[in-house]
């Protein structure tokens, strides 16, 4: 009888503690799995926004311990915005024109900016056959880099100087004796000098210069400006294809989504009756059609990494010039 006791006895502790540790167990679990990091009076902060901070920084490579430090500096930084939050609520901030502005000014670049990355996230990738023709057809930007080393002057459009700023250029003269020439003529310039490599200047100008050889001039005309750029002398250095493909597929990517973006909006500017009201009510004076054409999303040519010769170093005001 006492056997029988002490065996239901010990069946009851075993229960007890079978219950005891899985409580425990879920409460350890509990802890694990909340999305609450902290709570600032009612409110509260969540791992989910410590997380969306986060996701804008470059914590790769970081150690557990570096990244246990980035969240809670992150959880702090978030508690003084509840905090600000809070107050300003309190003094009743969010109900002023100007933040009820803002607010809505950043929603609406925040919900044109989703539309315009749903757009760009349903693209195709390019393909790795694209990514090689794309460096074997552009030759000047990796297999045959130059960095460039070039004196320029820039000057306002003024009659009759773009074609005596070619001559020199043609005849491959010094860049001082065209600034003797503009200072003869009380033209006033800016000079300069620089180090650009291929990648830091524009596609459609790089082919000009591409062509270059050091110590030969080129003359740039935009409708505001008149530019006398010479080459004083340039590097070889190009890039291997294994490290400029990666590059390539972002830069395509990019672009692919600016065009993407701005034939989209185009269509929609078509199919949307736009009315120009007051000062704008001419539709002549706006750049509206411009503005369909420009790509939403900024599009430039690959950053190609190479070293420290890639390095913009602007030098103004070269001796002689002005």
């Known amino acids: 009888m006492k056997s029988q006791i002490a065996r239901i006895a010990l069946s009851l502790l075993t229960t007890a503690l079978v219950l005891c540790l899985s409580a425990c167990g879920n409460k350890d679990n509990n802890k694990a799995v909340t999305q609450v990091a902290a709570k600032v009076g009612s409110a509260e902060i969540t791992v989910y926004q410590i997380n969306e901070v986060l996701s804008h920084t470059n914590t790769a490579g970081a150690s557990p311990q570096a990244a246990q430090a980035m969240n809670r500096e992150v959880l702090e930084k978030l508690i003084d915005q509840q905090l600000a939050v809070d107050q300003a609520t309190e003094k009743k ?64 459009t003024a009659p009759g100087v773009a074609e005596q700023l070619r001559g020199y250029a043609s005849a491959s003269k010094p860049i001082e004796e065209a600034a003797a020439w503009l200072k003869g003529q009380n033209i006033k310039f800016d000079g300069g000098s620089a180090t650009r490599a291929a990648e830091q ?118 001796a002689g010039l002005k």
């Open 93 to 156: 901030f969010h109900r002023s024109p100007e933040v009820v502005s803002q607010i809505e000014a950043a929603r609406r670049e925040i919900l044109a900016r989703a539309f315009m990355q749903n757009i760009a996230s349903a693209l195709p990738k390019p393909t790795p056959e694209e990514l090689k023709k794309y460096y074997t057809q552009n030759p000047q930007l990796f297999s045959e880099r130059r960095v460039f080393n070039v004196q320029e002057i820039v000057l306002p």
């Open 201 to 318: 200047i524009p596609l459609e100008l790089l082919a000009q210069m591409h062509a270059l050889k050091d110590g030969q001039s080129l003359v740039i005309e935009t409708p505001q400006s008149i530019t006398l750029l010479r080459v004083t002398s340039s590097q070889i250095s190009p890039v291997a294809e294994a490290a400029a493909l990666p590059r390539i597929e972002q830069f395509l990517t990019n672009q692919r989504a600016s065009e993407a973006v701005a034939a989209n909006i185009k269509q929609l500017r078509a199919d949307t009756k736009i009315t120009y009201m007051g000062d704008f009510a001419n539709p002549e004076d706006t750049p509206a059609a411009a503005s369909a054409a420009t790509p939403a999303v900024p599009v430039a040519q690959p950053a190609i990494a190479a070293g420290d010769t890639s390095k913009t170093t602007i030098e103004k005001g070269v």
